[in-house]
């Protein structure tokens, strides 16, 4: 198992909106749709922020989105906010119930 | 509400076995979902390191499979991590989580303890 590919780290100015990619194979993120989103603060646990590729869980902002396209899947932020600064990993399911993550990326608001 | 706390030893000789328990509260372990343990090195990304059913089927991940023992104990409400022969490689932020596995996400996570492997 290799970890999916996320960029190092994606910047944008408070307002905008940021994409951050998740590329694994057609064995993980291609097969099936449940690929996770969790934000993680330094010292902190990591927050569920999306499940099964596009699901928020309550209490979630609505600034946060996801999608999956082949064997990419990817999390928006929309209007960018000081507090959105953080670690963000993807995970997905990769057959035989194992999972992967991505390596993380860093989000800087600007 | 759901919450998760790891504990065990901080420091762990090279060649020893790192074991860790996460206490679980605000849910009963024997009521379902899995329960999985993650790590993070310092500077890295988080790895999954398996995950297990409080009947007590077991999934670990292939690359950690033949040094990861995961455990349940019911009665306490706690499940625990043995990993055998660490090197400093195994030093890391280790996290307990609930994981549901209809969706294969976790759902609540712990505060995470730092173990270091050092002589």
């Known amino acids: 198992q290799s970890a999916l590919t996320q960029p190092a780290s994606v910047s944008g100015s408070p307002g905008q909106s940021i994409t951050i990619s998740c590329t694994g194979t057609s064995s993980d993120v291609g097969s099936y749709n449940l690929v996770s989103w969790y934000q993680e603060y330094p010292l902190k646990a990591p927050k569920l922020m999306i499940y099964e590729v596009n699901k928020r869980p309550s209490g979630v902002s609505n600034r946060f989105s996801g999608s999956k396209s082949g064997n990419t899947a990817s999390l928006t932020i929309s209007g960018l906010q000081a507090e959105d600064e953080a670690d963000y990993y993807c995970?997905?399911?990769?057959?035989?119930?194992?999972?992967?993550f991505g390596g993380g990326t860093k989000l800087t608001v600007l | 509400q759901v919450q998760l706390q790891e504990s065990g030893p901080g420091l762990v000789k090279p060649s020893e076995t790192l074991s860790l328990t996460c206490d679980v509260s605000?849910?009963?372990?024997?009521?379902?979902?899995?329960w999985g343990w993650m790590r993070q090195p310092p500077g890295k990304g988080l790895e999954w390191i398996g995950s297990m059913y409080h009947s007590g089927s077991t999934y670990y991940n292939p690359s950690r499979k033949s040094r990861v023992t995961i455990s349940v104990d019911t009665s306490k409400n706690q499940f625990s991590l043995k990993l055998s022969s660490v090197t400093a490689a195994d030093t890391a932020v280790y996290y307990c989580a609930r994981e549901t596995i209809s969706g294969w996400y976790f759902d609540h996570w712990g505060q995470g303890t730092l173990v270091t492997v050092s002589a």
């Open positions: 995970c997905s399911y990769a057959g035989s119930s194992t999972v992967i």
């Open positions: 605000g849910y009963s372990i024997s009521s379902g979902y899995y």
